[in-house]
């Protein structure tokens, strides 16, 4: 599915940026703007059980203005392995404290690679040496694929893989700007930014409406961030949830 705002174009440089419809997506694309880059979106439908995210990275491209805002689909349930793809329950009520201690369930197979490839293959139609990632390093669930050196890792091959990086057409550049940032901060960056987190889902396991469960992971993060950060969740506000 594309979806064009019309309300950029090539007058600025663009750039790829992987959006969720989560809270740091979000965040990451609202900065990919304020640094002067037209930002491209792209998400994913691949079978997630909350693909209510799908329906909030649209409203997010819609108010943030992208040029253009792809959905691409592909099925990574055909080959399960986590929570987010297979009937597998997803953990609730874990403290915040102990989600780097071991790689959780939700994790989802090699999934950034594979994101991160979509967007290097879409990078180089569009003749874009940036492409943007929301990962974070602090406030997280222990992902291998979240990290700093996993990052630098892609950026190199990135930069291996494509004929405009072999032929020196294209120097590629994989932005990670939250990834030493607490959740905290990066709502704050948001904020100032005029980001509306209400437009954001971030829940793994939300009801049909998109109401967050409160209880998993990604949940709990979330409403540590906003504790931290001094200011209210407004996607609570919206479903009437207490904080």
Not at 8 to 13: L, S, V
Not at 34 to 61: C, D, K, N, T
Not at 94 to 122: G, K, Q
Request: with cysteine; charged share 20%; net charge negative.
């Amino acid at each position: 599915m594309r979806a064009c705002s019309g309300a950029r174009g090539r007058a600025m440089k663009p750039a790829v940026v992987l959006l969720s419809g989560g809270l740091d997506s979000t965040t990451a694309l609202a900065i990919a703007r304020a640094q002067g880059f037209a930002p491209y979106a792209l998400s994913f439908r691949y079978g997630q059980r909350h693909a209510v995210e799908l329906e909030a990275a649209a409203r997010v491209a819609e108010s943030q203005g992208v040029v253009e805002h792809v959905i691409a689909e592909i099925d990574l349930r055909r080959f399960g392995g986590s929570a987010l793809t297979a009937d597998l329950a997803v953990p609730k009520g874990r403290d915040p404290s102990e989600m780097d201690h071991d790689i959780p369930v939700t994790y989802v197979p090699a999934r950034n690679t594979v994101f991160l490839s979509f967007a290097l293959a879409w990078a180089e139609v569009l003749e874009a040496g940036d492409i943007f990632i929301g990962v974070n390093a602090l406030d997280y669930s222990g992902y291998p694929d979240c990290r700093p050196e996993y990052i630098a890792a892609f950026e190199t091959l990135a930069n291996l893989a494509t004929a405009a990086g072999v032929e020196g057409r294209q120097r590629y550049r994989i932005h990670a700007p939250l990834i030493e940032m607490s959740k905290a901060e990066i709502i704050r960056a948001g904020l100032a930014l005029g980001v509306d987190y209400g437009l954001t889902s971030s829940c793994y396991d939300p009801g049909p409406d998109g109401r967050p469960c409160g209880a998993c992971d990604s949940c709990r993060l979330r409403a540590k961030g906003f504790a931290e950060a001094g200011s209210a969740d407004p996607l609570l506000t919206r479903f009437e949830v207490g904080a």
